[in-house]
């Protein structure tokens, strides 16, 4: 739940409140008499769960609470890997030496995790001859043999015949 959402002290209008005591009981009381018990440990009175009935509230410090909050989301974050989509274009009529050195970036974007798109682009005449484009994909797969894991099997896509391949787990 956003901080944005949670009432404090005095924005709290409801008549009673379940207030969850330090040691974890509930007590159904008067939400003035809970904000004076609030007042008096020097401490803010949290609603955090107002669609209740009643509404339940805490006894704590808000600033401590909603830095905590705010460290978790960038912990999270932090371990947040963004994965890439990086592309590799060729044409059906491609050299050996051209495959092997596409086939090794293949692999190392693979290793780095992210995912490739292998593209190859028909021009004119070649447009007639898919077959030749999906030799040439099916041989970047016999290179970088058990490396990958198929997302998107290749298919045409307008002039372009394209297959997205995505790294093994490492587990």
Same mark, same amino acid.
């Given at each position: 739940?956003?901080?944005?959402?949670?009432?404090?002290?005095e924005?709290?209008?409801?008549?009673?409140?379940?207030l969850?005591? /330090?040691?974890?009981?509930?007590?159904?009381?008067?939400?003035?008499?809970?904000?004076? #018990?609030?007042k008096?440990?020097g401490?803010?009175?949290?609603?955090?769960?107002?669609?209740?009935?009643?509404p339940?509230?805490?006894?704590?410090?808000?600033g401590?609470?909603?830095?905590?909050?705010?460290?978790?989301?960038?912990?999270s974050?932090?371990?947040?890997? #963004? #994965?890439?989509?990086?592309?590799?274009r060729?044409?059906?009529?491609i050299?050996?030496?051209?495959i092997?050195?596409?086939?090794k970036?293949?692999?190392e974007? %693979?290793?780095?995790?992210?995912?490739?798109?292998?593209?190859?682009?028909?021009?004119?005449?070649? %447009?007639a001859?898919?077959?030749l484009g999906?030799?040439?994909?099916?041989?970047?797969l /016999?290179?970088?043999e058990?490396?990958?894991?198929?997302?998107?099997?290749?298919?045409?896509?307008?002039?372009?015949?394209s297959?997205? #391949?995505?790294?093994? /787990?490492?587990?």
């Open positions: 739940m956003a901080e944005k959402d949670l009432r404090t002290n924005q709290i209008r409801v008549r009673e409140v379940r969850i005591k /330090s040691g974890g009981e509930q007590v159904v009381m008067p939400t003035r008499d809970a904000f004076a #018990l609030a008096e440990e401490l803010d009175l949290v609603e955090v769960a107002p669609q209740a009935m009643p339940v509230v805490k006894i704590m410090n808000y401590k609470f909603k830095f905590e909050n705010e460290k978790r989301v960038r912990d974050k932090k371990r947040q890997k #963004l #994965l890439k989509l990086k592309e590799i060729m044409q059906p009529k050299d050996e030496h051209d092997d050195f596409k086939s970036h293949i692999r974007f %693979l290793s780095e995790g992210n995912k490739v798109k292998v593209t190859i682009r028909f021009r004119g005449r070649e %447009l001859h898919t077959e999906l030799e040439v994909l099916k041989d970047v /016999s290179r970088i058990g490396e990958y894991v198929m997302d998107k099997p290749p298919a045409m896509e307008g002039r372009f015949m297959m997205i #391949l995505g790294s093994k /787990s490492k587990k």
